[in-house]
């Protein structure tokens, strides 16, 4: 069984501060972990993807995302925000063939 | 590389008709697709997972006589929704996945269905 919880569905952050998307995962088997951002009437880009390898990941239009194991945790971070950043994002792990998403959460970027 | 394509992007159909949706993996051959449904301002939900060759795997609660499935080869998958109804309207996604993608789903575009 696996299950991802994302804290917050609504995240507003000012242009140029700090973004901090949180997931929290459950998995039986070593997960792989995924971030996609979603923007209105599109489909799914993968930002980031944990495989296993480093911990720390990084990705697409500067966003990154660190593995804990311990705290069963994928947060996803970019350290300043733009205006472009504004989207639904979503976290998402795999630990058989079936993805499993969060609920989302709307990123806002305040100009 | 890994792009995947929907047709169409949008549909408005009169209810009790079927409707087709198309995906396709332009440059890679899919092993598995993947059915989402999307509902406004919610998360995906999974409808069913196809194998080339194979009859698709439903998840629990989707009727299988209504969102018939079909992946003939290893870069199209079809969706036909049949004897649509208004409360089939939503965005449907769908996604491949190719042999070494450590399980990594590539996504379309998206259709999104109206059904008056």
């Known amino acids: 069984a696996q299950s991802v919880t994302q804290l917050g569905s609504h995240v507003s952050v000012s242009e140029g501060a700090l973004v901090l998307l949180r997931c929290n995962y459950s998995s039986s088997v070593p997960p792989y972990l995924f971030w996609y951002v979603q923007y209105p009437n599109q489909g799914l880009q993968l930002l980031l993807k944990?495989?296993?390898?480093?911990?720390l990941v990084k990705g697409i239009n500067g966003f990154e995302a660190e593995f804990k194991k311990s705290e069963t945790s994928f947060h996803l971070t970019k350290p300043s925000a733009h205006m472009s950043d504004a989207a639904e994002y979503f976290c998402a792990v795999s630990g058989n063939e079936k993805l499993t998403f969060g609920t989302g959460t709307r990123l806002t970027i305040i100009p | 590389g890994a792009v995947v394509s929907q047709h169409p992007s949008w549909v408005i159909c009169k209810s009790g008709t079927s409707v087709k949706i198309e995906c396709r993996s332009l440059?890679?051959?899919?092993?598995?697709m993947f059915w989402y449904r999307q509902f406004p301002k919610q998360s995906l939900m999974l409808m069913a997972t196809?194998?080339?060759?194979?009859?698709?795997?439903?998840e629990q609660g989707v009727e299988k006589d209504k969102f018939l499935i079909n992946h003939a080869s290893l870069t199209l998958s079809t969706l036909t929704v049949t004897s649509a109804h208004p409360e089939d309207s939503s965005f449907y996604i769908c996604s491949a996945r190719g042999q070494r993608s450590y399980n990594e789903q590539f996504f379309g575009p998206g259709t999104r269905l109206t059904v008056l």
């Open positions: 440059d890679f051959q899919a092993t598995t």
């Open positions: 196809s194998n080339e060759g194979s009859k698709a795997t439903y």
């Open positions: 944990y495989t296993s390898a480093a911990t």
